[in-house]
């Protein structure tokens, strides 16, 4: 995508546009069969053009991973068809479409502006008067249907303020694990501030977004243009600012359109997967303008919020299910919201399939494949990767002789989870970690199980956390792969 003006891409899209995804569309049908067509991208799915990009837009992550391995090879080729080369294919989840399933016509237009809602410039944003949370073409969640608990209560009450009193609090920074409920709160607050002003230039952008389309500025000769988007907004979101680690030329403009937004009292709110402390590979310059605004953790859902995200997500889908269904999917599916909704995907599919009624013994056995893939035993590598994924330490520093608390505790840690979730044996998680003797293994699993029944804090990596919040921030992320 080049960074022309949005004028010019709406109008693209509200005329070549809607003639080649309709043609698009023909042809996928034709390539893969009018069945498994019909099967797959007529309900919940949504296709747009964008340049020469393929947006593929559906309604949860579940088909998200199912139309990427199924048909990835598909889209390009009749992308190519149509373009004269082989086209990107972007997808995305767009959760409006698990209960509204719009014209093809108006959603090609509608999910660009939803997208990049960048106007021309104006000095005052004026209040709008319009009670939905979303209108037509708007895709994203909003802070309404988010689900409140412990974990991530301040989060949303941060996120709450700075949509109602803009640049009253800026940058904000949201982090936690995956699937904790950061995109929904950038979406909710990006929801709230195009809902209440009307004039409010608002961009959202993923950490890939910003990193292709400055890089493309940057080869380009377009960097005026770019700024011009990310800077003269009155709104700014980036999500999964971790994945602009190792990036350094990226981060400079970060830091540089960071500081542009705060000097002019405009909102920014970034999300990321880590305390700004513990994302040293994106510098301490990055971490102390972070820090210097207000930073927001979210933890795992607890079995509440587990239970509202369930019941909410039900209702959605129009489920009938009844209240010990609900509790059987709150008590046995981790805390991601993401494995909530494919569960009642599964569930879903299971029942229209079998011509049953959702029961709990249904569940039991739709979902028992699943559960048993999120405790399946997995190896000494996965732990290795899960442990430095989720709390930013290296493989080498797992290895590390050192015996301060910062390298101790996280190679303990990841014995520990060694131990729990591999057939390995004690000389061999030993060996794996550098360590001469497997009494260092059965050590550490005595340490560890300490520090979970006193309820202690450990020192892991750059931060410090609650022993059974390091285990469960670990297993999420081992889950997650």
Same mark, same amino acid.
């Given at each position: ?14 005329? &070549? ?6 043609? =698009?569309?023909?042809?996928? %049908? ?11 991208? $007529? ?28 048909? =990835? ?10 373009? /004269?080369?082989?086209?990107?294919? &972007? ?19 509608? *999910? ?24 037509? /073409? ?10 409140? /608990? ?13 949509? $109602? ?22 979406? @909710? ?16 952008? %993923?950490?890939?977004?910003?990193? %292709? ?18 800077? &003269? ?38 999300? @990321? ?28 859902? &607890? ?14 889908? @129009? ?15 981790? @805390? ?6 494919? *569960? ?44 430095? *994924?989720?709390? /930013? ?23 520990? =989870? ?24 059965? *050590?550490?699993? !005595? !340490? ?34």
């Amino acid at each position: 995508m080049n960074w022309r003006s949005c004028a010019q891409d709406v109008i693209a899209l509200t005329t &070549d546009g809607i003639k080649i995804v309709a043609e =698009l569309r023909d042809e996928l %049908s034709r390539r893969i069969g009018r069945q498994r067509f019909d099967l797959w991208f $007529q309900t919940g799915v949504q296709l747009a053009v964008q340049g020469n990009t393929i947006v593929v837009a559906v309604s949860d992550q579940f088909i998200l991973e199912r139309l990427r391995k199924q048909f =990835l090879s598909d889209l390009r080729a009749v992308g190519k068809q149509q373009f /004269g080369q082989s086209p990107q294919v &972007d997808f995305l989840v767009e959760e409006s479409l698990k209960t509204t399933v719009s014209d093809e016509t108006t959603s090609s237009a509608d *999910s660009t502006q939803a997208r990049t809602a960048v106007r021309q410039p104006t000095k005052t944003m004026a209040r709008q008067v319009e009670p939905p949370c979303r209108r037509a /073409g708007r895709r994203f969640a909003c802070l309404e249907s988010y689900v409140v /608990g412990g974990g991530n209560r301040l989060a949303f009450t941060a996120s709450q303020s700075i949509a $109602q009193r803009p640049g009253s609090v800026t940058p904000l920074y949201l982090h936690g694990p995956t699937g904790c409920g950061k995109t929904h709160l950038l979406e @909710g607050v990006w929801s709230a501030m195009r809902r209440e002003y009307r004039s409010c230039r608002a961009l959202y952008l %993923s950490s890939e977004q910003f990193t %292709s389309y400055f890089l493309e500025a940057l080869h380009g000769g377009g960097l005026p243009g770019f700024r011009r988007k990310t800077r &003269d907004v009155d709104l700014l979101l980036v999500d999964d600012v971790q994945f602009f680690a190792g990036k350094r030329a990226t981060i400079v403009e970060l830091q540089n359109t960071m500081d542009a937004l705060v000097r002019s009292g405009r909102q920014l709110v970034l999300a @990321g997967d880590r305390a700004p402390n513990a994302l040293t590979e994106l510098g301490p310059e990055f971490s102390a303008r972070v820090s210097g605004g207000l930073v927001c953790s979210l933890d795992v859902a &607890d079995y509440a919020t587990r239970l509202g995200i369930t019941s909410q997500l039900a209702a959605r889908m @129009g489920l009938p299910m009844p209240a010990e269904v609900r509790e059987y999917i709150a008590t046995e599916v981790s @805390g991601d919201g993401r494995q909530i909704a494919g *569960s009642l995907n599964r569930l879903w599919a299971t029942s229209e399939a079998l011509k049953q009624p959702i029961t709990l013994d249904l569940a039991t056995k739709a979902l028992q494949d699943m559960l048993q893939a999120c405790d399946q035993l997995v190896q000494l590598a996965d732990i290795e990767k899960a442990v430095c *994924s989720a709390f /930013g330490v290296t493989p080498q520093l797992l290895r590390d002789d050192r015996k301060s608390k910062a390298v101790s505790h996280p190679r303990m840690l990841a014995m520990w =989870l060694a131990r729990k979730y591999t057939r390995a044996a004690s000389s061999e998680i030993s060996n794996f970690f550098g360590r001469r003797s497997h009494s260092t293994v059965i *050590s550490a699993e !005595k !340490k560890v199980n300490g520090w979970v029944a006193n309820g202690a804090t450990v020192q892991v990596g750059p931060g410090s956390y609650r022993a059974t919040d390091a285990i469960r921030r670990a297993e999420l992320q081992l889950r997650s792969g």
